[in-house]
């Protein structure tokens, strides 16, 4: 009776749920059900290379180092990996608060042109940070939390990333614009390692198994963009890496960098240092981002990495610097300091840019709040040229605008002094 009572209610299981195969839960059922997806969805390859579009659109962040030198595409998948507690989710977080209150403004002027939907997925993390998490961003309608704390099971932190890659990648299908944070994968690495090892599966380097860069590189290779005949959603990603005494060589660390198109590094030494965000400008990089960023501040922008690159490196080993070099060096940290949480405009870093490349130097923050304030008359004018130089850049237009940022440094520096 038993037997013919399990067949009854799997041949109805079959008919009722035919689209759900291998079981069905509550999430499989409410998420994947009106989409005719399985349940072995959370496991599944990415989408080939026929259906991908062009990462041809930029995802503002609101850090200004991160948006004028190392910006980010939608689509694209940016490591990011430092020590413990060197402002890594604060990239994440100020990404969040820019899709609220600047999302309107950023599809006016072409900077992101559709609303981002943000998912947190926390592996392992402190209920101290995973409670402070949702106190700041929980009641943001366009974001979504998913998190394990440090006592879970390890099947659940394993599983937890390749959930939330999953709802990531629903809502891409979609036509939405989604960006996954995935926080952290050496925590997840190490829920794999500990099921392994009990599994009995051989340990290759530092225990970890050998397939631990298939896992990894089968759960970000899912992040992309879609043509726009499949919708024109995409999926970005941004991988945590957490090191050790700023360690990069790690064995997951060096797997997740050879997979991501790129890597925002936090340095230990800069955080001290007082510099946030403590971004290292020689050891991070965007290899699709540049390609995504609008033409102006492109322009901007060129040249500007190399330059701080090597007056950071020049003052970190000791050796004399004239007076130019030492106050270039201050005034691109005062552009480029922010507190957490605290976004910045693109057109307010442009402006900044244009000053600093026509010789203004800010001694401290005073003078960049003096800059907005008399930019404020001219902000909607900028606006304009910021909007026609999407579409078109000529070199009358290159012209005016620094003829318009030399003319606000005298203005400035007058007022100054």
């Not at 990996?81 to 060197?86: A, I």
């Not at 943000?118 to 961003?137: C, D, E, R």
């Amino acid at each position: 009776m038993t037997v013919m009572m399990t067949v009854i209610m799997t041949v109805m299981m079959n008919v009722l749920f035919k689209p759900i195969r291998f079981g069905w839960d509550l999430v499989t059922m409410v998420f994947c059900f009106p989409q005719g997806c399985r349940y072995d969805s959370i496991i599944k390859k990415g989408h080939r290379i026929g259906l991908r579009g062009k990462v041809n659109d930029s995802l503002v962040t609101g850090i200004g180092f991160v948006d004028s030198i190392i910006p980010v595409g939608r689509g694209q998948r940016q490591l990011i990996l430092g020590d413990r507690s060197t402002g890594k989710t604060s990239i994440f977080i100020s990404s969040i608060i820019v899709s609220v209150v600047f999302a309107g403004f950023c599809s006016v002027d072409g900077f992101g042109s559709k609303r981002i939907f943000m998912l947190y997925v926390g592996i392992n993390q402190n209920m101290s940070k995973i409670s402070g998490f949702i106190t700041k961003i929980g009641k943001i309608w366009s974001s979504l939390i998913m998190a394990s704390h440090s006592s879970s099971a390890a099947s659940l932190s394993y599983l937890l990333g390749l959930i939330g890659i999953s709802f990531a990648e629903s809502f891409m299908e979609k036509g939405f614009d989604v960006a996954i944070c995935l926080d952290d994968l050496s925590k997840h690495s190490k829920s794999y390692r500990q099921i392994s090892l009990i599994i009995g599966k051989i340990p290759s380097r530092d225990a970890f198994p050998s397939d631990i860069f298939n896992v990894h590189s089968s759960l970000l290779e899912r992040c992309g963009k879609m043509k726009f005949e499949f919708g024109n959603g995409s999926c970005t990603g941004f991988p945590i890496i957490e090191t050790i005494n700023s360690d990069i060589t790690e064995f997951i660390a060096t797997n997740v960098i050879s997979i991501t198109d790129g890597q925002i590094y936090m340095s230990r030494r800069l955080f001290i240092d007082s510099i946030r965000p403590s971004i290292d400008s020689a050891l991070s990089v965007s290899r699709i981002g540049s390609a995504a960023q609008c033409k102006l501040m492109k322009v901007v922008s060129s040249g500007v990495k190399n330059r701080i690159t090597t007056l950071r490196l020049s003052a970190s080993s000791g050796s004399s610097m004239d007076i130019v070099s030492s106050m270039s060096l201050g005034s691109f940290n005062a552009v480029f300091y922010q507190e957490h949480l605290v976004p910045i405009r693109l057109e307010v870093m442009m402006i900044l840019l244009l000053l600093v490349r026509s010789g203004f130097v800010f001694r401290s923050r005073k003078d960049i709040h003096l800059c907005a304030f008399l930019l404020s008359s001219d902000f909607l004018y900028f606006f304009y040229i910021v909007s026609i130089s999407k579409c078109y850049l000529n070199p009358l237009l290159l012209n005016f605008i620094n003829e318009f940022g030399n003319s606000l440094s005298i203005v400035i520096g007058g007022v100054s002094s």
